[in-house]
């Protein structure tokens, strides 16, 4: 089984700089992923991590150390449109790959 | 990137009756596709991995006789909530797999039963 931690809401001033820690326990793993969900809309793909180190892309950048568990999503020059829901996913090493989501971070962006 | 869509997008249904939701990969081929519930204000719950020409794979929990999953071609999955309940009012997401990571979501159904 997995278990995926992340904070439960986070505040941040637009401009800024935020980083969303994520950690997880798991039997298998195979790849971690970073995903963005505006309220009622579906999660769509920010980042993924299978080996250890910083993946950079635009103003995200995610981090990956497999030895700890853990994980980050760095996300700088903040905008109020960044406000949303960030999950963390962990794949399974199974045959089926399956996808097991944290509880999501609900980041609020302030002027 | 690659494109998943959903149908319906939202439903009402009344309490004991069956309703079906579609899940096509548009312009790529998916193997496997995942059945997602969300309920207000919670993360994504897996409710079984879908494969085409195989049973679906159920999650701990998920009664596989209420919540029938067909995957009948490579670009299709079907999930249908048989018997729904208003506790079976959620929003319910579908992902494709494409490639070696890249997992797609539809837009998603909201239903509502009444």
């Known amino acids: 089984g997995q278990n995926i931690d992340q904070p439960t809401e986070m505040t941040a001033t637009e401009g800024a700089i935020v980083q969303i820690n994520c950690t997880y326990q798991?039997?298998?793993?195979?790849?971690l992923f970073w995903y963005q969900q505006h309220a009622g809309e579906a999660p769509t793909f920010l980042s993924y991590?299978?080996?250890?180190g910083l993946e950079e892309k635009g103003r995200f950048s995610s981090f990956l150390s497999r030895s700890k568990g853990y994980s980050y999503l760095l996300l700088k020059e903040l905008q109020m449109k960044d406000s949303a829901s960030y999950l963390c996913?962990?794949?399974?090493?199974?045959?089926?790959?399956?996808?097991?989501f944290g509880t999501g971070t609900k980041l609020q962006v302030i002027p | 990137g690659a494109v998943v869509s959903q149908h319906p997008s939202w439903v009402i249904c009344k309490s004991g009756t069956s309703v079906k939701i579609e899940c096509r990969s548009l312009?790529?081929?998916?193997?496997?596709m995942f059945w997602y519930r969300q309920f207000p204000k919670q993360s994504l719950m897996l409710m079984a991995t879908?494969?085409?020409?195989?049973?679906?794979?159920?999650e701990q929990g998920v009664e596989k006789d209420k919540f029938l999953i067909n995957h009948a071609s490579l670009t299709l999955s079907t999930l249908t909530v048989t018997s729904a309940h208003p506790e079976d009012s959620s929003f319910y997401i579908c992902?494709?797999?494409?490639?070696?990571?890249?997992?797609?979501f539809g837009p998603g159904t909201r239903l509502t039963v009444t």
């Open positions: 992902s494709a797999l494409e490639r070696a990571y890249e997992q797609y």
């Open positions: 798991t039997s298998g793993f195979n790849g």
């Open positions: 991590n299978v080996l250890d």
């Open positions: 996913a962990v794949r399974d090493r199974g045959g089926y790959q399956k996808v097991t």
């Open positions: 312009d790529f081929q998916a193997t496997t």
């Open positions: 879908s494969n085409e020409g195989s049973k679906a794979t159920y």
